[in-house]
């Protein structure tokens, strides 16, 4: 038997009337009614857990068939979130620079604060670790960090890195890579493990294949 694979994709936008020759039955898996703009999603590595975070501080919770868990209000757009390898833990970060972090049942189990503004978020595997992208306070690239966490919250590292606008984190939380959108008007590819930063490379303006 072939494994399935679960893709989640949410529209920001009005809907707006297409002719389509392909019935909507036959194309959604199911659909959930959301209140709140959702901006974020992630899913479970077991795909048991669909993970959904709105501009007006929504978080929330759904199963693989779209009934939904729990829901939990915050008082701050929420701009980044992640899920564990199981679905026991999710981490949601705020446009403010907070950090939520909640269990499968969508108990808070705590809070900080202090990680900038607009805020990403990834989770390692058991979700006992993690990474916060995060730009900065003022519009330049000054503050723009990358801060490693523990599943407690603390903070166990922290690196300078200008403009970071995606990213990717190994599943044992030891290696993220970012690109990297401000290094002297040039994208950069950085990868990063627990000693700091592993290696930079400059990205070419245009990539071609041979």
Same mark, same amino acid.
């Given at each position: 038997m072939k494994p399935k694979i679960l893709i989640i994709m949410v529209v920001l936008f009005s809907l707006i009337h297409f002719a389509s020759?392909?019935?909507?039955?036959?194309?959604?898996?199911?659909?959930?009614? #959301?209140n709140g703009n959702p901006a974020m999603t992630a899913v479970s590595g077991?795909?048991?857990?669909? +993970? &959904?975070? =709105? %501009?007006? !501080?929504? &978080? !929330?919770s759904f199963t693989p068939d779209g009934s939904p868990r729990w829901v939990y209000r915050i008082s701050d757009? &929420?701009?980044?979130? +992640?899920?564990?390898?199981? =679905?026991?833990?999710? +981490?949601?970060? %705020?446009?403010?620079?907070?950090?939520?972090?909640?269990?499968?049942? !969508?108990? #808070? #189990?705590w809070n900080r604060s202090g990680f900038g503004c607009n805020s990403q978020v990834a989770l390692s595997?058991?979700?006992q670790e993690g990474n916060i992208f995060s730009r900065s306070l003022t519009r330049d690239f000054s503050g723009d960090t990358v801060f490693h966490f523990a599943g407690n919250g603390s903070v166990l590292?922290? #690196?300078?890195?200008? +403009?970071? %606008?995606?990213y990717a984190l190994s599943a044992d939380g030891h290696v993220a890579v970012v690109n990297s959108g401000g290094t002297q008007g040039h994208n950069s590819v950085i990868a990063i493990?627990?000693?700091g930063i592993r290696w930079q490379k400059i990205s070419p303006n245009q990539y071609r294949v041979p």
């Open positions: 020759a392909i019935s909507p039955q036959s194309c959604d898996a199911f659909s959930v009614a #959301l077991s795909g048991d857990t669909i +993970a &959904v975070g =709105g %501009t007006n !501080g929504m &978080v !929330g757009p &929420v701009t980044g979130i +992640a899920t564990s390898d199981d =679905g026991r833990f999710i +981490a949601a970060t %705020t446009f403010s620079g907070n950090l939520f972090y909640f269990d499968e049942k !969508g108990y #808070l #189990l595997g058991d979700g590292s922290r #690196l300078p890195v200008p +403009a970071p %606008t995606s493990d627990d000693d």
